[in-house]
């Protein structure tokens, strides 16, 4: 009996870690992995960093709920990195709550933008 428990034991054990071997890796030009924290941003997060470089895996902001998200004080180029998941787009905008919104960044992927006129971003389900 307790041989037969081994087994299914580490039966389950392998098809767990096949089950990792198998996951899909995405890449494209600026894309970063999905679904893992990367660069200090974790998996599901919209991260704004203070300059056009990853800070060391540092962000200065971070996102993770949907809706408008006001900034203050940034000026310059920064690297704006979308983390989230399932589609969810990211979206600079001028105005304050969300306004006068540019663009749709898609998930795992990065930009460095000049943000001195904007003034919050935007996250939405894709």
Same mark, same amino acid.
């Given at each position: 009996?307790?041989?037969?428990?081994?087994? !299914?034991?580490? !039966?389950?054990?392998?098809?767990?870690?096949?089950?990792?071997?198998?996951?899909?890796?995405?890449?494209?030009?600026? =894309?970063?992995?999905?679904?893992?924290?990367?660069?200090?941003? $974790?998996?599901?997060? !919209?991260?704004?960093? $203070?300059?056009? /470089?990853?800070?060391?895996?540092?962000? +200065?902001?971070?996102?993770?709920?949907?809706?408008?998200?006001? +900034? /203050? %004080?940034?000026y310059?180029?920064?690297? #704006? #990195?979308?983390?989230?998941?399932?589609? =969810? +787009?990211?979206?600079?905008?001028?105005?304050?709550?969300?306004t006068?919104?540019q663009?749709?960044?898609?998930? %795992?992927?990065?930009a460095?933008? &000049?943000?001195?006129?904007? &003034? /919050? !971003?935007?996250?939405?389900?894709?």
């Amino acid at each position: 009996m307790r041989q037969i428990q081994a087994k !299914v034991k580490a !039966v389950a054990a392998t098809t767990a870690l096949a089950g990792l071997a198998v996951l899909p890796l995405a890449g494209s030009a600026h =894309a970063a992995p999905k679904a893992a924290a990367s660069h200090g941003c $974790p998996s599901g997060y !919209v991260c704004l960093y $203070p300059n056009a /470089s990853w800070n060391g895996g540092k962000p +200065i902001y971070k996102w993770y709920t949907y809706g408008a998200h006001n +900034i /203050s %004080g940034q000026y310059g180029v920064k690297r #704006f #990195f979308n983390n989230q998941t399932g589609g =969810a +787009i990211a979206r600079n905008c001028t105005g304050r709550n969300g306004t006068g919104c540019q663009g749709a960044q898609r998930a %795992g992927t990065y930009a460095d933008y &000049n943000y001195t006129p904007y &003034n /919050s !971003v935007r996250l939405e389900r894709g």
